[in-house]
């Protein structure tokens, strides 16, 4: 894993430097799980409690797609991260679209939310996000909101229970698309648009819901940027960054 220093980052962001960030690599000793899942793809979500990791993985399975979650630990002095293997518990798919799993994870109080990629009713007509305690006992599920299009990733939540997650769409997706958006102006959309935008929700006693808040909408480039990951800074604002398409960027959305 690629890590980067907050202070380095920060005196880029202020513009107090514009030098290069350096990678610090990070070891993920994975247990051997990425030889021994069958059709493994990789992983795609991380959170930290403490010195504790959670991550999912996606996995091609001849016919279907199959999600896991899996624990590990992370040494502070090495910063070796170690999963333990013998956590990994199945996560069944809510649709039966290819390249489609738990996408993204929130910690949230005592627990571990795992969100679909999919979440648009007109495809998933009961869409949910997995809660799980920290010893990945399973705790229940939340009702999820209308969601469109593609979930890559979650922020960290706030006190009132607040955080964002990446609302993706590619045009070409055809099997997401069905011209309903109900988190635009005119809940329609053009499928030759890509959407790229932030969106608000809040973590209720059993449900998912809106919050009260504008859906932060990116400035769109020529080519569509598939990002896949989220994290708050501080009060600045937002780090996202893509996957290798259309390049790898790193970018900073201030509030």
């Given at each position: 894993?690629?890590?980067?220093?907050?202070?380095?980052?920060?005196?880029?962001?202020?513009?107090?430097?514009?030098?290069?960030?350096?990678c610090q690599e990070m070891l993920l000793e994975d247990g051997g799980l990425s030889k021994r899942i069958r059709g493994f793809e990789g992983f795609e979500s991380i959170a930290f409690v403490d010195n504790a990791v959670y991550l999912t993985i996606e996995a091609r399975q001849t016919t279907k797609m199959v999600g896991y979650l899996v624990k590990g630990e992370v040494d502070p002095s090495s910063l070796i991260i170690t999963i333990d293997s013998a956590s990994a518990i199945e996560i069944e798919p809510q649709t039966k679209f290819m390249?489609?799993?738990?996408?993204?994870?929130?910690?949230?109080?005592?627990?571990?939310?795992?969100?679909?990629?999919?979440?648009?009713?007109?495809?998933?007509?009961?869409?949910?996000?997995?809660?799980?305690?920290?010893?990945?006992?399973?705790?229940?599920?939340?009702?999820?909101?209308?969601?469109?299009?593609?979930?890559?990733?979650?922020?960290e939540i706030d006190a009132d229970g607040i955080f964002y997650v990446i609302n993706y769409f590619f045009p070409g997706d055809d099997h997401l698309f069905t011209g309903i958006d109900p988190w635009s102006v005119n809940g329609e959309h053009d499928p030759e648009v890509a959407v790229e935008r932030l969106i608000p929700l809040q973590l209720l006693e059993d449900r998912l819901v809106p919050a009260d808040l504008p859906v932060i909408s990116l400035v769109l480039s020529d080519e569509a940027r598939n990002w896949e990951g989220l994290a708050r800074l501080d009060n600045l604002g937002f780090l996202l960054v893509t996957d290798k398409f259309p390049d790898s960027i790193l970018a900073f959305v201030r509030n």
């Open positions: 894993l690629c890590g980067l220093k907050k202070s380095e980052l920060q005196a880029v962001i202020d513009g107090a430097s514009s030098q290069p960030l350096v390249n489609a799993s738990d996408e993204a994870m929130l910690i949230a109080d005592d627990q571990v939310i795992t969100f679909f990629e999919d979440n648009g009713y007109t495809i998933n007509t009961a869409p949910v996000a997995h809660s799980y305690y920290f010893t990945l006992n399973e705790i229940g599920s939340y009702q999820m909101p209308d969601i469109p299009f593609r979930l890559t990733d979650a922020s």
